[in-house]
């Protein structure tokens, strides 16, 4: 779930004002930022001069509803992902509306926790797609170089298996770069002039899941207004990468199954098969035979996926490469963030070097971004390393056995004293200027007002 931290900027659109508050509470308590809007008339408004991550909207509304909202937004900005919260009676409208670019719909009546599920889904999926964005192209052949033996040996079994047409299945976690080693198999592969097609299986809501993979037939469903290809299609000749893979049904894995043993689909809405040729390159951060074991995954379908495995080794593993990745990773927040930053101070870099990445590289270039935009000095130290609670928390994992019981703080209490601290310190450098500092957390000035008074930040 989203920590304290969270980036992810909510809009949550109802015309009912109990409905609005409780769920801004719920979204709150988690850590998100979140703005509400009586109707979608004042959501567009508020959505075209701020920026949104996602929309929440109440599917029945009068003046717009939620699925004539979900289009205006759709039509302004694409990227921002959708929501619908509906009741019972509305469930049909709501599935319709995924197959017009929702991402998902939740019931009102279900458990929250299903709605902060798909919710945490939208920000992997943010997160995954801003992270190759950033450093994705730019950064791939420095991060498959490698001063670390063991991954060096790992690269030259990756360039040979490359060669053949074998399906490949790379396990590794959260963060390591799984998509950088699969577009890296492609690349040495004799299909490297064919189109690589990445499909987050994680990102998509049930049975939406296969209308992506498969395609349609225009009619094969309110909204399917034409004929579209699906990625299996797309990836004809060409390298087709599930990322996720643990995530999937086990229906939708019998399907994924057939495909790759006859490699031939059909698109949704109709009969007849369209053959494909394909490598596949399969991911996940899930240990895949435990899931077998406990019956989430299909033993033969994990067979078929795995004719090679190959295990991508965690950040703390390739200390080696440490220095290289953090000189790199500082250069080019610098370079995004428009910074001149003269170094990182020998502490710091100390710090910096024994911190335990449990987000991998994908942690490190979080942290060097924020500590850049953050830096009010020539040299970063451990002041901006504190205001994250960095230090704190690498002492407390290494001293765990230390703490005794009265040491122990609700974590509702612990949330305000890490957000407080934050907060007090990012309006310190901004010098007092609350928009400045709104601009810089990425939450509206009102907002970040009521923060101030809530905490009593002077």
Do not use: W
Not at 206 to 230: I, V
Not at 335 to 349: C, Q, Y
């Amino acid at each position: 779930m989203a920590n304290s931290l969270s980036n992810l900027r909510i809009m949550v659109v109802d015309d009912e004002a109990h409905q609005r508050l409780v769920l801004k509470k719920i979204l709150e308590k988690k850590g998100y930022f979140v703005e509400v809007a009586s109707n979608g008339i004042e959501a567009l408004q508020r959505i075209k001069s701020e920026a949104f991550d996602l929309v929440l909207t109440d599917l029945i509304m009068d003046n717009m509803n939620g699925v004539e909202l979900l289009e205006k937004i759709k039509l302004f900005d694409k990227s921002i992902e959708v929501i619908l919260v509906t009741g019972y009676g509305s469930i049909e409208n709501a599935v319709d509306a995924m197959k017009k670019g929702a991402f998902s719909y939740f019931v009102k009546s279900h458990d929250p926790k299903e709605l902060l599920d798909e919710i945490d889904k939208v920000e992997k999926k943010i997160t995954s797609n801003n992270y190759y964005e950033d450093f994705g192209a730019i950064s791939e052949n420095f991060i498959l170089t490698s001063k670390n033996k063991k991954f060096q040996e790992k690269l030259s079994m990756i360039k040979r298996a490359a060669q053949s047409n074998v399906n490949i299945l790379l396990l590794g976690e959260s963060g390591v770069g799984k998509e950088i080693i699969a577009r890296y198999i492609h690349s040495c592969s004799e299909k490297k002039n064919e189109n690589f097609v990445p499909v987050n299986c994680s990102a998509f809501y049930k049975g939406l899941l296969e209308s992506e993979l498969f395609g349609y037939e225009k009619g094969a469903f309110t909204g399917a207004n034409e004929n579209r290809k699906g990625r299996f299609e797309i990836a004809n000749n060409g390298t087709l990468f599930l990322d996720e893979i643990g995530d999937i049904s086990l229906e939708t894995q019998v399907k994924l199954l057939r495909v790759i043993e006859n490699r031939t689909i059909e698109r949704i809405g109709s009969n007849k098969g369209v053959k494909v040729d394909f490598r596949l390159i399969s991911a996940t951060n899930k240990e895949l035979s435990e899931e077998v074991l406990n019956g989430n995954f299909r033993e033969d379908f994990f067979y078929r996926i795995s004719t090679i495995i190959i295990k991508i080794p965690p950040l703390r593993e390739r200390k080696e490469d440490l220095e290289d990745f953090i000189e790199y990773f500082f250069n080019k927040s610098q370079e995004k963030f428009k910074r001149s930053l003269k170094g990182i101070s020998k502490e710091a870099m100390n710090f910096l070097l024994n911190y335990e990445y449990k987000g991998n590289i994908r942690e490190l270039k979080n942290i060097m971004e924020r500590i850049v935009v953050l830096c009010d000095s020539d040299y970063i130290t451990l002041k901006e390393l504190d205001i994250y609670s960095l230090k704190d928390s690498r002492e407390e994992s290494c001293n765990e056995e230390q703490i005794s019981i009265g040491d122990i703080k609700f974590l509702k209490d612990m949330r305000r004293e890490v957000e407080s601290k934050y907060i007090r310190r990012v309006i310190e450098i901004c010098d007092n200027n609350i928009s400045e500092a709104a601009r810089r957390l990425g939450i509206s000035r009102r907002q970040l007002f009521n923060k101030v008074c809530e905490y009593e930040i002077k």
